[in-house]
Nanobody, 116 residues
Framework: QVQLVYSGGGLVQAGGSLRLSCAASGSIFSVYTMGWYRQAPGKEREYVATLTSSGSTDYADSVKGRFTISRNNAKTTMYLQMNSLKVEDTAVYYC??????????WGQGTQVTVSS
């Protein structure tokens, strides 16, 4: 079982920026297509962004042009750079596999709160 460890969430004003991190043991970011998801209060978890093992990226329309997904050279940590944050970006953010129904344990995620 892969353990996903999060950091980087917090409270920020609308228009601000945050960078989230998702770390994992092993070489999962060089093997699997991974991504970020988020879950707002009272809503279902939704897809945010994808990073393939070859480095290709994709984004949900709601974050395109504002968020950037990336990983470090060692491929042990994945990031989500979030700029021009909006109140509606408030959610708990998670990382996990993309494009496959089997998911690892989601863990606690990292809370992002954007104030107006």
């Amino acid at each position: 079982q892969v353990q996903l460890v999060y950091s980087g969430g917090g409270l920020v004003q609308a228009g601000g920026s945050l960078r989230l991190s998702c770390a994992a043991s092993g070489s999962i970011f060089s093997v699997y297509t991974m991504g970020w998801y988020r879950q707002a209060p009272g809503k279902e978890r939704e897809y945010v962004a994808t990073l393939t093992s070859s480095g290709s990226t994709d984004y949900a329309d709601s974050v395109k042009g504002r968020f950037t997904i990336s990983r470090n050279n060692a491929k042990t940590t994945m990031y989500l750079q979030m700029n021009s944050l909006k109140v509606e970006d408030t959610a708990v953010y998670y990382c996990n596999r993309v494009g496959i129904s089997y998911k690892w344990d989601w863990g606690q995620g990292t809370q992002v709160t954007v104030s107006s």
